[in-house]
Structures are given as C-alpha cells and as structure tokens.
C-alpha cells in the first residue's frame, strides 16, 4: 500500500521548484567552471577508521554517498548513533534516517523492530531486498541523488544561523510546507540557515546527513506566502558556501518524478549522481513466527 507523504519517511530534502527565479544553466554553471569535486573517500573494510558493526562494512568500491545515512553514523555523525546488532540509526528526536545491512537476515529485521517499536513506520531508504511478510510497506517510490558539480555558491546577506530557541519556529514553518522531516533535535545536525521578515521566519534551508566529505542540504522551505522570490535558491547557495568553506561537498535528494525540481538543481549547479529508492515500511504490531519474505517492487 502506497501512503503519499508519510510522516517519518526522511525523503527528498527542498523540493520547492517554485521558490526560484528562471534560472540561466549556462550562466550558473559558468561562474564556476573550473570547481570540479576532488574523488570522493570511499568506506573501506581494511584500515582502522572508519570502523563499520558486524557486516555493515561495505565494499572498496563503494562510494559514501551509496549509502550516507552508514557514512554518516559511522563517521561525522557517530555520536549520534544507537545501535542494535548490525542497525544503526539516529535517535528519534533527531532524524528518522537509519542504516540497514544490504542482506538483512531475520536477527536483522528483529534488531530493527526492537528499536523502533511494534507498529513503528521505519525508513528503508535505498533498501532493495525483501521486506519479511508481516511488515507492511507503507510508502515507495523513486529518487534521485544530485551532487555539486558547479554551483555558484555564495553567503547571503539577509540569511541569519538558526539556533535551538529558533526550533519552534522551524517546526511550525516544516508543518505548513512539508519539505521532509524536522525534528526537534535535528538543527543539532548541522547549519541551519533562515530569512526573517517582519521578525517572522519565512525561509529555511539546512544541513542532515554527513557522510566524509559531503553535507547534504535538507528541509529546504519557504512560507506560501512568500514564494516566487527566490528565497530557497538563496539559501541553498547559501548553505552550500558554508558547506564548501570546510572543505566539502554539497548533496541533495528529491523525487525522480519531480521534474521541476531536478531541473531547478541542475540549473544552480548539481548533477545526477543516482537513483535510489524512498521506502518505508511498518513494525508489526505483534513479532512472532517467521514468515516468508517479500521482494520490493
């Protein structure tokens, strides 16, 4: 059964194509030509850091970005993580990402439900083996991770850094434009960058996930009201500049479907890297007896 729009599901981050002013692809990707990402680290099982649970390790060849919620947990973002077994995942309050073996076994999928809870809507995201049968998978669709490659990044004037006292404001703000999931821990993943008008917050973009060497720019949003004037493309530039001045890469996710969107990205300076897949699914409300399991479409 597909649900739109769930409501733990850590899906696209700032898919608000309407924000931004007709963009000249040439021109943008122009003003900075010559930025070229280094290659990126890639997980490694052989070496001492980053050091990955039983079987989470992934292949040399793998790119940290195949699956930043692991990089993340096991590398910038290791003290927020709690783990079961082979599960690592944030903690509620922070963001419902988690890590998932690519070959979960029964102990897996039991470690899983453990920490989430019965009946708990779990993400799986980029997860495209079998759901056991008795799990009911509650959202799936497909997505697409987009890299810089030549944004034209820049700080922003009128953007101010959001705090803690600033949360109550940011939820509300999430609530009304369902960029993806705030919650009210999650400024505490990264920068968080707003614009104010009247003393009101009417625009948000920030960081999430970080893996090695990369920052991906989430919950992008802007009050309906205040639309069509280009504030989300000014804080992704924004946030990007930050993210570039450490040294690092900017990332995103959005829905395959949502061309205007990908579009807009591509024009500001990001190009497709992947496609992946958004996919949640619920804990059984009572964990008993094995049952077959289910592939995922």
Known sequence: MTVPEPPRLPGPGGDEPRDAPDADR???????AAHSPDLPPVLSRHGA??????????????HVLDHPALASLTGPHARFAERRGRILRYPVDVSPWLALPDD???????????????????PLLGFRGEVPADWEITFQGEGVQL???????????EAIRLGPADVPE???????TRPGPFEPRTIELGAYLGIRRDGALIAVAGER?????????????????????????????AVAHGIRERGE?????????????????????????????????????????????????
């Not at 076994?105 to 039991?110: F, G, I, Q, V, Y």
């Open 26 to 32: 040439a021109q943008t990707q122009a003003a900075e």
């Open 104 to 122: 979960p076994d029964a102990d897996d999928w039991a470690d899983l439900a453990a920490l989430a809870g019965p009946g708990a809507e779990v």
């Open 209 to 237: 996930l970080h893996p090695p060497g990369y920052t991906e720019i989430s919950a992008v949003c802007t009050d309906p009201a205040f639309r069509g004037q280009g504030l989300a493309t000014r804080l992704i530039l």
């Open 170 to 176: 940011i939820l509300d703000l999430v609530a009304r």
């Open 249 to 297: 890469t900017p990332f995103l996710h959005t829905g395959a479907g949502n061309a205007n969107a990908i579009r807009l990205y591509e024009s500001l300076g990001f190009r497709l890297r992947r496609t992946t897949q958004f996919l949640a699914a619920r804990v059984p409300e009572r964990l008993g007896e094995e049952r077959e399991a289910v592939p995922v479409a």
């Open 147 to 157: 890299v810089d490659y030549g944004l034209a990044a820049a700080p922003d004037p």
């Open 49 to 62: 850091e980053p050091r990955h649970p039983r079987g989470l390790e992934s292949a040399e060849s793998r």
